[in-house]
């Protein structure tokens, strides 16, 4: 009955969710006020290493308006150690507060509920905590040394995952090699700073034993059951509920110690509690991207084609385990990126430092590994004195090879690559800026063109599934409950296009609720994430739908005496294609259902609501089914010591192109044009899929020019605070220039791919590129991000050569 659609996907409808936002009618966590709720004041850790000697709390608890307190013992007694999301083979002995030792600046040691906020934070100045300090492990390098400090003394070392694999005959590829191209590159530690922080209220019940949870978390269906074990609450007396999330970004799928510290001291008092984090608590505790060091060798003919590839990566996942060896584990996802490199080689460590412990953040590992593929292909076009375009078109999967195997194991479903960058190069008008890069370097300005193709896999993991509950009631009108909630994307916009297309009535007809356990549709794998929403969400939302959409048909095929392949479901009516004037209305037919029972057909029970659970049918498709790469094989092979053996249900791509200009006089970089090109497959509202473009393209300038987590030689954070911390604002972002192309995935049922997170990975290679190629005279090299004034003044005097005469691609220079 698909052909029934009437076309509200693809349209620019305006967000829904706006006029209530814009109007100030929120539900943000810290708009909600329940009566006698406390406040939470946290005192942290100002050592990145120390051992707790004394805690003395007794004082503070009698300060005026302060009803209760909590420390790691009381942490230890009443809940359980934070689970380790991808390790498996240590046993985590963090607690939500610190026990025993600290290992970060910021780590949480003691937390204070007060009648407001003014008074737990007054009531910490009277806790005593001494401390002996410990030397602090910094560096992922020097952490790997058996000799060195250790962040948790009972692992007996700092590496906690590695993983190693190889695909295909890579010693070969590099024998036969013409040349061999290594190289070194950096990545530092960022974070997508949400405007608003990790929050939360927790309520516990002491009489009915309930607790209720208000919070801004995106991954419920992981927190959920982790709450259940960890406090001995089952879970059908947690109802946890989200509203409205200032947006996510990874940084709030799981924020343990906050829902941990609010939970405990509600259930020690008996009172609702509320924490919301200020902006410096956020940036010091509430994580960061893993930084990683990259050793990179790539095994090239002297025609431009890439016959192996080798990769070491070190990642610094910070002082905790909840989240360590997930960004390594992800870089084996797209390490071969867009093109057809069938020997790979890899090896990834995991290491625990004494810094702020690594969080999901836009990408997790996608930016890492596109931007080292993407910098090494330029660097292996310079050194072979071919333009990096070229090779990527040489090695390029081509369209006729989807769906395509890559060699660890994941399946590509759909693209077109070329296609993709000739559009970008057509936006740009690559010759012409060629020409008037030549034309101002002779009056000594230089610009740069760098650009990025990558594929970022999306619609989250081909295992998860997702619930959707769909009801019309008697007058045609729909409620909507999802299982995930919308983290501020425009999810109930999209939503309610979807599923008024499949029942044929209007995107105002339907109305999408916030997310409630104790009545959303909720799984293990529920939650906003990955650009998820674009896979088991919609696939269980078309499905939930179409239950209705049948009984519908059913229903009116009865009324108007009809054979229910004669009829057309549109445009809030049901009539027969031969005789349009033959019709019954949705709201007709959906009375009938209510308030006619006795004249339904047989077999047909009251009422239209449907739930479905369920993900693609073709979801597993993203495995290989050859004999070598099994999902069990696979598990074992990218997995490692207890990874996860991640495989995406769709692979969008995209192409960026930036050209920049450098001042060599102080360094600063200033991006002229910005050309984003993607394909996302079919897309559900153009206008919010660009805003999505223009979102994560900008995150990824930040992460690129400007934002950088700095610590000093004792752990201290100096970048605390915005003046420190620097994030892009409207005056530092340029003109996105945007445009979608469309190659639908044969695994979603509308045919999407999805959007959110992937524009975020393209800038740091795409200005890395390009400010590589404006200082190319200098014989400058960049290999390490952010690209800041600081840093790049220092490479341009480090260099030992004036400006070289223009050569566009000199050969073997880098």
Same mark, same amino acid.
């Given at each position: 009955m698909r052909s029934n659609f009437q076309g509200w996907v693809g349209k620019s409808l305006k967000r829904r969710e706006d006029l209530r936002l814009l109007t100030g009618d929120t539900a943000f966590v810290d708009d909600i006020e329940l009566k006698d709720t406390l406040h939470v004041a946290v005192l942290r850790s100002t050592y990145a290493h120390a051992r707790i000697t004394r805690l003395e709390a007794t004082e503070a608890l009698l300060r005026p308006g302060v009803v209760a307190i909590v420390h790691g013992e009381d942490a230890k007694s009443m809940s359980k150690p934070l689970p380790a999301y991808a390790v498996a083979h240590l046993k985590p002995e963090e607690y939500c507060l610190a026990v025993g030792k600290v290992r970060y600046v910021g780590e949480p040691v003691v937390a204070v509920a007060a009648k407001d906020r003014g008074l737990a934070e007054d009531a910490l100045e009277f806790i005593d905590v001494a401390y002996e300090p410990l030397e602090p492990i910094l560096d992922p390098e020097k952490a790997m040394q058996p000799a060195g400090p250790l962040v948790y003394d009972s692992f007996g070392t700092n590496v906690v995952a590695q993983y190693k694999a190889t695909w295909g005959d890579v010693d070969q590829a590099f024998t036969e090699a013409d040349l061999i191209v290594t190289e070194r590159l950096k990545l530092h530690s960022y974070s997508s700073t949400p405007l608003e922080t990790v929050a939360c209220i927790a309520s516990y019940n002491m009489v009915s034993r309930d607790l209720t949870i208000y919070s801004n978390t995106?991954?419920?269906?992981?927190?959920?059951?982790?709450?259940?074990?960890?406090?001995? !609450?089952?879970?059908? %007396?947690? $109802?946890? =509920?989200?509203? @409205?999330?200032?947006?996510?970004?990874?940084?709030? *799928?799981?924020?343990?110690?906050?829902?941990?510290?609010?939970?405990?001291?509600?259930?020690?008092?008996?009172?609702?509690?509320?924490?919301?984090?200020?902006?410096?608590?956020?940036?010091?505790?509430?994580?960061?991207?893993?930084?990683?060091?990259?050793?990179?060798?790539?095994?090239?003919?002297?025609?431009?084609? !890439?016959?192996?590839? %080798?990769? $070491?990566? =070190?990642?610094? @996942?910070?002082?905790?385990?909840?989240?360590?060896? *997930?960004?390594?584990?992800?870089?084996?996802?797209?390490?071969?990126?867009?093109?057809?490199?069938?020997?790979?080689?890899?090896?990834?460590?995991?290491?625990?430092?004494?810094?702020?412990?690594?969080?999901?953040?836009?990408?997790?590992?996608?930016?890492?590994?596109?931007?080292?593929?993407?910098?090494?292909?330029? !660097?292996?076009?310079? %050194?072979?004195?071919?333009?990096?375009?070229?090779?990527?078109?040489?090695?390029?999967?081509?369209?006729?090879?989807?769906?395509?195997?890559?060699?660890?194991?994941?399946?590509?479903?759909?693209?077109?690559?070329?296609?993709?960058?000739?559009?970008?190069?057509?936006?740009?008008?690559?010759?012409?800026?060629?020409?008037?890069?030549?034309?101002?370097?002779?009056?000594?300005?230089?610009?740069?063109?760098?650009?990025?193709?990558?594929?970022?896999g999306a619609s989250a993991t081909a295992q998860e599934i997702e619930g959707t509950t769909i009801k019309m009631d008697s007058r045609g009108r729909v409620t909507v409950l999802a299982g995930s909630p919308d983290m501020g994307t425009g999810h109930k916009t999209a939503l309610s296009q979807i599923i008024a297309d499949e029942l044929g009535i209007t995107p105002e007809d339907i109305n999408v609720l916030e997310f409630d356990s104790q009545v959303s549709p909720w799984t293990p794998y529920s939650g906003t994430h990955a650009n998820k929403f674009s896979g088991p969400d919609v696939e269980s939302a078309v499905a939930a739908a179409g239950v209705i959409r049948d009984k519908l048909l059913k229903l009116a095929a009865h009324m108007l005496d009809s054979e229910l392949g004669d009829l057309v479901l549109r445009d809030g009516r049901v009539y027969v294609k031969s005789r349009r004037e033959r019709f019954t209305t949705v709201g007709e037919v959906a009375k009938m259902a209510y308030q006619n029972p006795g004249f339904l057909p047989p077999d047909t029970t009251p009422g239209l609501a449907a739930t479905c659970i369920l993900n693609s049918p073709r979801a597993l498709e993203s495995f290989v089914a050859d004999e070598k790469y099994t999902v069990g094989a696979i598990h074992q092979l990218v997995a490692g010591r207890g990874g996860s053996p991640t495989s995406f249900m769709t692979y969008p791509n995209s192409a960026h192109i930036a050209v920049v200009e450098v001042d060599i006089e102080t360094g600063q970089v200033e991006i002229l044009r910005y050309i984003v090109v993607h394909d996302s497959g079919k897309v559900i509202n153009p206008m919010l899929a660009e805003a999505q473009v223009h979102g994560g393209a900008l995150h990824g300038i930040g992460a690129t020019l400007l934002e950088e987590f700095v610590y000093d030689s004792n752990g201290q954070l100096l970048t605390s605070t915005f003046m420190d911390y620097l994030k892009p604002t409207s005056l530092e972002a340029p003109h996105f220039e945007v445009e979608h192309l469309e190659t639908p995935s044969p695994r979603s049922v509308l045919g999407i791919k999805g959007i959110g997170e992937g524009e975020a990975l393209g800038p740091l290679a795409a200005i890395g590129n390009a400010v590589d190629d404006a200082l190319s005279p200098f014989n400058v090299k960049i290999t390490e991000l952010p690209i800041t004034p600081e840093r790049v003044h220092r490479l341009i005097k480090q260099s030992s050569l004036l400006p070289i005469p223009y050569s566009l691609f000199p050969a073997r220079r880098c």
């Open positions: 995106q991954m419920v269906g992981h927190v959920i059951p982790v709450l259940s074990d960890s406090l001995g !609450i089952p879970t059908e %007396r947690i $109802r946890f =509920i989200v509203q @409205d999330i200032g947006g996510g970004f990874g940084l709030k *799928t799981r924020p343990w110690k906050p829902l941990l510290i609010a939970c405990l001291l509600s259930v020690k008092t008996g009172r609702p509690v509320k924490y919301v984090e200020d902006r410096r608590e956020h940036l010091l505790a509430a994580g960061r991207t893993a930084a990683a060091i990259f050793d990179c060798e790539v095994a090239v003919k002297n025609d431009g084609s !890439i016959s192996g590839f %080798r990769l $070491r990566d =070190i990642n610094d @996942d910070g002082a905790s385990l909840t989240y360590a060896g *997930t960004y390594g584990s992800m870089h084996a996802t797209l390490i071969n990126g867009c093109y057809r490199v069938r020997n790979v080689a890899w090896e990834s460590y995991s290491v625990l430092t004494n810094k702020c412990p690594s969080m999901p953040n836009r990408g997790v590992g996608k930016p890492g590994i596109c931007y080292v593929v993407e910098r090494m292909i330029d !660097i292996v076009g310079r %050194r072979l004195g071919i333009d990096p375009i070229e090779v990527r078109r040489r090695n390029y999967i081509e369209p006729n090879e989807f769906p395509y195997a890559t060699p660890s194991g994941r399946v590509y479903d759909s693209g077109n690559y070329e296609a993709t960058l000739r559009r970008a190069l057509q936006i740009l008008d690559y010759e012409t800026v060629r020409k008037e890069q030549s034309r101002l370097r002779g009056e000594g300005r230089y610009i740069g063109v760098g650009l990025s193709t990558y594929v970022h």
